[in-house]
C-alpha cells in the first residue's frame, strides 16, 4: 500500500470500520476539516504536541489506481496537454500521471470534497459539476468511453494508438462539447477536470508527485514555496535569483 | 434524546469575525457566553505553518480550510422557473468553516462603504430619477443606518486589525496620498500602508497621468509589527504571495486568531465548543422569543443550549437558512414580493483586465492579500451616472496577490488551454503580467433571493438552502462600463498587449469570482422591509440577533468583512447600552 494514511485530529472514519494505521485503505478516511472530535475550550488557547496538519505527500512508485490500460491514456493524452520540448517539461516528464494516479487513489477520486447526493439531473452549464461519480469513478468511466469512442469512430484500439495529431482532434472535440461519449460521460466536463488536474500536478509542490526537480517552477520562473521576499518587494523589475524551492527543499541543498 | 446543558446569557451560533467581535464584547460586559463552531479548532502554529502555509494545490484546489459541502451544501439556479441543483462542488464562492472560518482565508482587504452607498435608494433616486433604482426589477433599499453612525465602528474594527493604510479624509480634510471619495474618517489607519510591488506601482502611474486618484489598498496584511488594543502580537507582512485561500503562518493577517482569541480565550465566562453544529433556533410558543439552540457534535449526541440571547454569527448563507428552518420572520415570495427572509440576495460583480509587458519582469510572485494600489474614482456615486442607465460602481485595483501558478498564469487573447502554444505562452509571460481587478457592486433585484430547498437535504434531514440568483441588466452595464475605464489604465501602462475579462452572461457556480454573498437578512427602518433593524435585532424575535453581509439591503462595490465588523460592534454597543437593561426591541417597527 502506499497511499500514506495518517489519522491526525482532522480525519474521520466513516461509520465504525477500524482503520487509520498506515498501510489500511485510505477509503475510510476524509481529509479535512470534517469529524475532528468535538473540543470544548476555555481559559487558553489550546496546544498539543504532534499535532501539526502537514500536508499529505505522495508515496511509492508506480500505479495504484490506473489499470495498465488507464494508464496508456493517461500518459498519452497528458503528454498532448503538456508536450515536451527544450522550453520546458512535458507533463509526463514531470511525472504528472504519477500525481494524477495518487490523487484517484486518495480522498480527492472519493470525492471528499464533492456532494454527490441525489437526484441527479443534468443541470445548466452554469450549475456545473452534476455527475453522480466521483473523479476517480469519473476518470475510469471517462477513459472508457473514449477509447470505445476511438476504436467504433477513428479505427484505432484505443486512443493511445493514435497519432498525435488525431489525439489532438479528439481531445479538441471534447474540450468544445463536439465529441459525444457513451456510459453517462459528460465528455466537456470529464476535459475540464482532467486539463485542471494536469495542470495541478504541473505546478503542484513535487511532494504530490508531479513537477519533477520543479521542472515546472523553473520553466516559468516561479521560487516555489519561498518564506521572504521583503527586501525584493521594492527592487522593480529586477530579475529575481532564487531558484525554486519545495517543502523538501531543493536538490542544491543536498550537494552541499 | 437532547441533552439541556446549563443555561448561559448569549449563544454565538458559529465564530468566525462577527462571532469573536460579539464573544469579546458580551465577553467584557460580564456576560456568560458559549460560542457553537461547526467546523474544528484552528490555530496559526498548528494548521498553518509558514513550513507548509505555501501550498497551492492543497488549500486551494482541495479545499483544505474551506466548507466541506460533501454532507452540506446550498442548490442553486438563475431564475425561478429552472430546477435548483446542489453546488456539488466549491467554485465561485469558497465558504469557510472552522474557527475563525473566512477570517482564517480572507485577503485582508478592509474597506469602508462610501456614506452614500447606506442611501442606496433615496440618495439615486433624488439625483438620478426614481427609474433608475426601479428599472430591472431591482429591489434596493436604505440601510436604515448611516456611514456616520457606523464610522467609530469602522475605526474600532481598523485598530483591532491593525489596518495598514493611508487616510483620504480625515475629518472633512482631504489628505494627499489616500482616497479623496471616502468617507470622513476620525482617525489616520493604524498603520502605514505597504510598500507597492511593480505591477501595482505602474497603475498608480498610469491611473495619476490619466486624472485619476490612486491610492494604496487598505489592508489587514501588516506594513510592520503590531499591538492591537487587546493585547494581541501581529508580525509584517513577508509577501510571501500565499494569503488569500491560505492561513498566514506569519501572524501578519488580521484574522480572529491573530487579534481577538489569544484575549478571548483567557476570560473564564467564555467557552467555545467546536464540531457542534446548530439544527436551529428553539422558540416559545408563540415565536416570540427564542428559548436557545439545538445542536449535534460530530459525535452525534444532540443538546439544547438554552440562552438568553442568540447571535447568529454564522456566514450568510447559514444564518438565512436557520432564519428560514426556525420560523423566524416571513420567508420572501418572489411572486407577491411579500415576506422578508430571504430576500435581496445579491453579490459582488467582477470583471478584470490582464496586462502583459515585453519589457518589464512583474514578479507576480512577490504579493500580498491586499497589495494593490486602487483607484476609487468610479465606485458608488463617486461619478455622474446621468444617461449611463445604472447605478453603483466599482474600485479599479492593480492588485498582485500573488503568482501561484495553477490558477494565476495569464496569457494573451486567443492562447488555447493547452498544447505546446500555451506551455510557451505560460513560460514567455508569467514573470511579465499581472492583473487589473475590477470589484463591482451587485444590486438587489426581485428574482434573487434564499429559501429551502424542496428536493435536497443534508445529512442531518435539513432541507438545503435554494439560491436562485442572476446579475441584472443594471449589474452588466455597470460593469462593463468599470471594465472599460479599467482597460484606459490598462493601456496607459503601454503594455504589449491587454485582455478583457468581462462579466458577460449568467451567473455560473463554476469559477471563482468571489466570496462576498450578501442579504436575505437583511436590516431596514421597519419590519415589512427588513428582516432586522439597525442594531441587527429580529423584528419579529427580540432576542435573536443576525449578524453578518445578510443585512446588507444590496452589494456595494467593496469587499464586505469591515462594513459587517462595523456592523457588529454597533450592535454590540446597544446590546449592552439599551438591550441588557431592558430586554426587548430597540427599535419600534
Not at chain 1, 180 to 200: H, I, P, R, Y
Not at chain 2, 389 to 402: E, L, S, V
Request: hydrophobic share 35%; proline share 7%; charged share 20%.
Amino acid at each position: 500500500m502506499v497511499t500514506k494514511v495518517n489519522l491526525r485530529r482532522r480525519q474521520l472514519l466513516i461509520g465504525s470500520v477500524a482503520a487509520g494505521i498506515a498501510g489500511t485503505t485510505a477509503a475510510t478516511v476524509h481529509d479535512g476539516e470534517l469529524g475532528a472530535p468535538p473540543q470544548t475550550i476555555r481559559g487558553a488557547v489550546p496546544w498539543k504536541e504532534g499535532a501539526a496538519d502537514a500536508p499529505p505527500g505522495a508515496t511509492g512508485t508506480g500505479y495504484v489506481y490506473f489499470t495498465p490500460v488507464e494508464a496508456a491514456f493517461i500518459e498519452a493524452a497528458v503528454a498532448r496537454l503538456i508536450p515536451n520540448d527544450p522550453v520546458g517539461p512535458g507533463a509526463v516528464e514531470a511525472n504528472v500521471p504519477f500525481f494524477l494516479d495518487r490523487q484517484l487513489a486518495g480522498p480527492f477520486g472519493r470525492g471528499d470534497h464533492y456532494y454527490l447526493g441525489g437526484p441527479w439531473p443534468k443541470g445548466t452549464p452554469e450549475q456545473g459539476y452534476q455527475s453522480r461519480f466521483n473523479p476517480a469513478q469519473f476518470y475510469r468511466a471517462a477513459i472508457s468511453a473514449i477509447d470505445q469512442y476511438v476504436g467504433a469512430n477513428l479505427g484505432a484500439a484505443t486512443f493511445s494508438k493514435l497519432a498525435a495529431a488525431e489525439q489532438d482532434k479528439l481531445l479538441q472535440g471534447m474540450e468544445s462539447g463536439e465529441v459525444k461519449l457513451d456510459g453517462g460521460v459528460d465528455a466537456k466536463s470529464f476535459f475540464a477536470m482532467f486539463l485542471q488536474n494536469t495542470k495541478e500536478g504541473y505546478f503542484s509542490d513535487p511532494i504530490y508527485g508531479g513537477n519533477k526537480d520543479m521542472g515546472a517552477w523553473k520553466m516559468i520562473g516561479f521560487p516555489g514555496a519561498h518564506y521572504n521576499y521583503k527586501d525584493w518587494v521594492t527592487r522593480h523589475g529586477e530579475p529575481v535569483p532564487f531558484p525554486p524551492v519545495g517543502f523538501k527543499g531543493r536538490p542544491g541543498w543536498r550537494e552541499a | 434524546m437532547t441533552t439541556t446543558l446549563k443555561p448561559v446569557d448569549a449563544v454565538l451560533v458559529g465564530f468566525g469575525w462577527t462571532g469573536a467581535i460579539m464573544g469579546q464584547q458580551l465577553c467584557d460586559a460580564g456576560l456568560s457566553v458559549v460560542a457553537l463552531e461547526r467546523g474544528p479548532w484552528r490555530d496559526t502554529p498548528t494548521d498553518f505553518a509558514t513550513g507548509f502555509a505555501q501550498d497551492e494545490l492543497r488549500y486551494m484546489w482541495r479545499h483544505h480550510l474551506f466548507q466541506n459541502v460533501s454532507d452540506d451544501t446550498l442548490t442553486i439556479r438563475n431564475t425561478v422557473n429552472q430546477e435548483a441543483l446542489p453546488m456539488r462542488r466549491l467554485g465561485s464562492f469558497l465558504l469557510g468553516t472552522g474557527v475563525g472560518s473566512g477570517g482564517v482565508h480572507w485577503n485582508g482587504q478592509i474597506w469602508r462603504f462610501l456614506p452614500t452607498d447606506f442611501l442606496t435608494k433615496s440618495h439615486n433616486e433624488k439625483r438620478y430619477g426614481k427609474k433608475a433604482v426601479s428599472a430591472y426589477d431591482m429591489t434596493v433599499q436604505d440601510w436604515g443606518v448611516t456611514y456616520d453612525e457606523l464610522e467609530p465602528h469602522y475605526d474600532q474594527f481598523d485598530r483591532l486589525c491593525g489596518t495598514s493604510g493611508k487616510a483620504g479624509n480625515l475629518k472633512g480634510q482631504i489628505q494627499p496620498g489616500g482616497n479623496p471619495f471616502e468617507g470622513p474618517r476620525a482617525n489616520e489607519y493604524p498603520n502605514p500602508p505597504m510598500q507597492q510591488t511593480y505591477g501595482p506601482t505602474l497603475f498608480g502611474k498610469a491611473a495619476a497621468e490619466l486624472g485619476r486618484h490612486p491610492f494604496p489598498h487598505p489592508t489587514g496584511n501588516m506594513s510592520q509589527p503590531y499591538t492591537n488594543p487587546l493585547g494581541a502580537q501581529m508580525g509584517a507582512c513577508t509577501y510571501c504571495g500565499f494569503c488569500e485561500k491560505f492561513g498566514c503562518g506569519n501572524y501578519s493577517k488580521a484574522s480572529p486568531q491573530t487579534t481577538v482569541l489569544p484575549y478571548l480565550l483567557q476570560k473564564s465566562n467564555f467557552t467555545l465548543k467546536t464540531e457542534c453544529e446548530v439544527l436551529r433556533v428553539e422558540l416559545t410558543a408563540d415565536k416570540k422569543r427564542a428559548t436557545g439552540v439545538t445542536y449535534v457534535n460530530s459525535a452525534g449526541e444532540e443538546f439544547f443550549q438554552p440562552a438568553e440571547m442568540v447571535i447568529l454569527s454564522a456566514y450568510v448563507l447559514q444564518n438565512v437558512r436557520l432564519l428560514l428552518l426556525s420560523g423566524i420572520g416571513k420567508p420572501y415570495d418572489p411572486k407577491t414580493g411579500e415576506g422578508v427572509v430571504g430576500k435581496n440576495y445579491a453579490y459582488q460583480t467582477m470583471s478584470s483586465v490582464n496586462v502583459f509587458f515585453d519589457d518589464k519582469l512583474i514578479n507576480p510572485f512577490i504579493g500580498a492579500g491586499a497589495l494593490a494600489t486602487v483607484i476609487d474614482d468610479f465606485n458608488g456615486d463617486n461619478f455622474d451616472h446621468g444617461g449611463l442607465g445604472f447605478i453603483g460602481g466599482a474600485y479599479i485595483a492593480g492588485m498582485i496577490t500573488g503568482g501561484r501558478p495553477i490558477e494565476m498564469i495569464y496569457t494573451p487573447q486567443g492562447t488555447p488551454a493547452w498544447g505546446l502554444e500555451w506551455k510557451h505562452a505560460a513560460a514567455k509571460n508569467y514573470l511579465r503580467s499581472f492583473s487589473l481587478s475590477i470589484h463591482g457592486s451587485c444590486m438587489s433585484a426581485r428574482g434573487n433571493y434564499l429559501d429551502l430547498d424542496p428536493t435536497y437535504r443534508d445529512i442531518h434531514g435539513r432541507p438545503m438552502l435554494r439560491m436562485t440568483f442572476d446579475f441584472t441588466q443594471n449589474d452588466h452595464k455597470m460593469s462593463d462600463y468599470l471594465t472599460d475605464r479599467a482597460a484606459e489604465v490598462a493601456k496607459a501602462m503601454n503594455p504589449r498587449e491587454i485582455k478583457l475579462n468581462r462579466r458577460t452572461g449568467s451567473w455560473s457556480v463554476v469559477p471563482y469570482q468571489t466570496t462576498h454573498n450578501t442579504g436575505g437578512a437583511i436590516m431596514g427602518d421597519n419590519p415589512r422591509n427588513s428582516v432586522v433593524n439597525k442594531y441587527l435585532q429580529s423584528w419579529d424575535v427580540a432576542n435573536v440577533f443576525s449578524m453578518g453581509a445578510g443585512a446588507f439591503p444590496q452589494n456595494a462595490g467593496y469587499n464586505p468583512t469591515a462594513t459587517l465588523a462595523a456592523l457588529a460592534y454597533l450592535s454590540a454597543d446597544a446590546i449592552k447600552s439599551q438591550y441588557l437593561k431592558a430586554p426587548g426591541p430597540l427599535v419600534r417597527g
